[in-house]
């Protein structure tokens, strides 16, 4: 079974920028896509973007489209997530999962949940 560990979640001003990664270890890495969720304090966990297995189909959401950037490195077992133009919106705990191949949209689909790593992002 595969497990994930969310890094590079920091402190920055808005208009800032991070690169979160998720790095995986066991199962095979290349048959998941991985999405990015994010969670902010009595709110929703809502999806942020994903990577497929195949082809590395890439999706965003809204929010993020034009200032988050996914990607991915097989030999390196991880996913990163390029965020710029920070916003305070954007503050939230992020994690990472796995979906079998494809990205999905129901988050209850996804599997292997990290821990998260926290962005804040000050005003």
């Known amino acids: 079974e595969v497990q994930l560990v969310e890094s590079g979640g920091g402190l920055v001003q808005a208009g800032g920028s991070l690169r979160l990664s998720c790095a995986a270890s066991?199962?095979?890495?290349?048959?998941?896509?991985i999405g990015w969720f994010r969670q902010a304090p009595g709110k929703e966990r809502e999806g942020v973007s994903c990577?497929?297995?195949?082809?590395?189909?890439?999706y965003y959401a809204p929010s993020v489209k034009g200032r988050f950037t996914i990607s991915r490195d097989n030999a390196k077992a991880t996913v990163y997530l390029q965020m710029n133009s920070l916003k305070p919106e954007d503050t939230a705990l992020y994690y990472c999962?796995?979906?079998?191949?494809?990205?999905?949209?129901?988050?209850?689909?996804?599997?292997?949940w990290g821990q998260g790593t926290q962005v804040t992002v000050s005003s």
């Open positions: 990577i497929s297995s195949i082809d590395d189909d890439t």
């Open positions: 066991g199962g095979i890495f290349d048959d998941y896509a």
């Open positions: 999962a796995t979906a079998v191949r494809y990205c999905v949209y129901d988050s209850s689909d996804y599997s292997n």
